[in-house]
C-alpha cells in the first residue's frame, strides 16, 4: 500500500491531464457531473485547491485557511486550465517534499489540523475526484490507478471498508459519487486526517492503514526511527491494525500512534488501543519503547496524554492494560500513570483507569 507524497501528487495530476486533454474540443461551459461548477470553473477549483494546500503549509497556518484564491485569467480556454492543474500541481508537490517533519497546516477535518501527507492526499483526492466531475460530463473515462485509489483509501478514509468494489468504486461511494452493493449511497462525506497528540516532549502521531501496512511488512511508516526502533510490539500492533482495515473493522481514532520525539522527529516508539471501545465502554491499551528511548519518562508521558484523549470521548468509560508478570517496568509506567492494579487474567497482571 503506497505512502502519499510527491510523487502521488505527481501521479494523480499526469493522469489528469491525460484524460482530460482528450476533450479539449468539448463545451466545458456545461456542468461538472453533480456540482454546481463548470468543467472550467471545477478545473479552477482544482487548482486552487493545490495552491491553497500548499499555502497552508508554506505559511504554517494554525487558525483559518491563508486568505488568498486562485482565479484563471478571463478567456482562459480547456487547455490553458490544464496547464494551470499541471503547474499548481507542481506546486504542492515541491512544497510537500520541502516541508520539514512535524510541521501541520490547519485543517478542519477531524481536528484542525493536517501534516504533508496529509496535505498530498487530499491534494490527490481533489483532482481525481474533480477531474471524474469533469469526465462525466465531457463524456470522458477517468479512471485513475487501481493502486493510487487504494494509497488514497488507505490515508484519508480508515473509516470506509475497502471491500465491495475496486479501489476505485469504493473511493466514489465513499465521496457521495457512487454505489455499492450492500451499502447505502452517501449523501454527505468527511475524509479523515491522522491525529496528532501533544505529550510533553513527544508527539503521538495516528498511523494511518497504509502507513500501518508498510510497519508490518518491515519498513519504516514513513517515519524515522531511533536507533533499535520500530521494535517487535509496533511491527505487530501495525499489522492487526492493517488487517482490522482489511476487514473493513478498523475504526479511526482507535488504533495504533507512533511516538516522535518533537525536538528533533524521531520516532521513539508506539502506543496505541487494542480495538475500539467495547459495549460497557472499556478500551485496551498497549505500548513499547525502543531500548534507546527508555528510561527516560516517554511511556509514562504518552499515556498520560492518551488516556487523557480516550476518557474524553463520550463512548469511554474506562480503560484497561494487561502487563506479563515479571514487567516491572511497565507495571511502574502505568502506576505513574494513574493506573491501579485489578484482578489477573489469564495470568497477566491487570491494571485499570476510570473516568474520575
Known amino acids: 500500500m503506497l505512502l502519499m507524497g510527491g510523487d502521488r501528487i505527481d501521479e494523480a495530476v499526469a493522469h489528469a491531464a491525460r484524460v482530460l486533454r482528450t476533450a479539449v474540443d468539448r463545451d466545458w461551459d456545461v456542468k461538472a457531473g453533480g456540482l454546481d461548477w463548470s468543467c472550467l470553473e471545477t478545473a479552477e477549483h482544482i487548482a486552487g485547491d493545490f495552491v491553497a494546500y500548499a499555502g497552508q503549509l508554506t505559511g504554517r497556518a494554525t487558525d483559518g485557511w491563508v486568505p488568498f484564491e486562485v482565479t484563471l485569467d478571463e478567456g482562459t480556454g480547456p487547455e490553458g486550465a490544464i496547464q494551470v492543474i499541471e503547474a499548481t500541481g507542481r506546486l504542492l508537490t515541491a512544497t510537500v517534499r520541502t516541508t520539514p517533519r512535524g510541521v ?25 475526484l474533480h477531474t471524474y466531475d469533469i469526465c462525466e460530463a465531457l463524456g470522458v473515462d477517468a479512471e485513475p490507478p487501481a493502486e493510487l485509489c487504494g494509497a488514497v483509501l488507505g490515508h484519508l478514509f480508515p473509516h470506509v471498508p475497502p471491500t465491495g468494489g475496486t479501489p476505485w468504486q469504493v473511493l466514489l461511494w465513499a465521496t457521495g459519487r457512487g454505489e455499492l452493493p450492500g451499502r447505502a449511497r452517501l449523501s454527505s462525506w ?49 499489522g492487526k491494525l492493517a488487517k482490522a482495515y482489511a476487514d473493513g473493522v478498523h475504526r479511526p481514532g482507535w488504533g495504533v ?93 491487570v491494571f485499570g483507569l476510570r473516568q474520575s
Not at 525536538?263 to 491499551?285: I, K, Q, S, T
Not at 519503547?289 to 468509560?317: D, I, K, N
Open 190 to 238: 468527511r475524509w479523515h486526517n491522522s491525529l496528532s497528540l501533544p505529550a510533553g516532549p513527544l508527539a503521538l502521531r495516528e498511523v494511518s492503514p497504509a502507513a500501518a501496512a508498510d510497519l508490518a511488512a518491515g519498513g519504516t511508516g514513513g517515519l524515522t526511527w531511533v536507533e533499535g526502533g520500530p521494535f517487535d510490539g509496533t511491527r505487530g500492533a501495525s
Open 104 to 128: 501541520r497546516g490547519f485543517h478542519p477535518y477531524p481536528s484542525g489540523s493536517a501534516d504533508a501527507t496529509g496535505f498530498a492526499a487530499m491534494g490527490v483526492t481533489e483532482v481525481l
Open 257 to 349: 500512534y507512533a511516538l516522535v520525539r518533537t525536538e528533533d522527529e524521531l520516532a521513539v516508539g508506539a502506543m496505541g488501543f487494542h480495538g475500539p471501545p467495547d459495549d460497557e465502554g472499556c478500551v485496551e491499551v498497549g505500548y513499547d519503547l525502543a531500548e534507546a528511548a527508555r528510561g527516560r519518562g516517554y511511556a509514562t508521558t504518552a499515556l498520560r496524554s492518551l488516556a487523557e484523549w480516550a476518557l474524553s470521548r463520550p463512548e469511554v468509560t474506562s480503560l484497561l492494560a494487561r502487563v506479563d508478570p515479571g514487567n516491572t517496568a511497565s507495571e511502574a509506567v502505568l502506576a505513574r500513570a494513574g493506573f491501579t492494579r485489578l484482578p489477573d487474567r489469564d495470568d497477566t497482571h
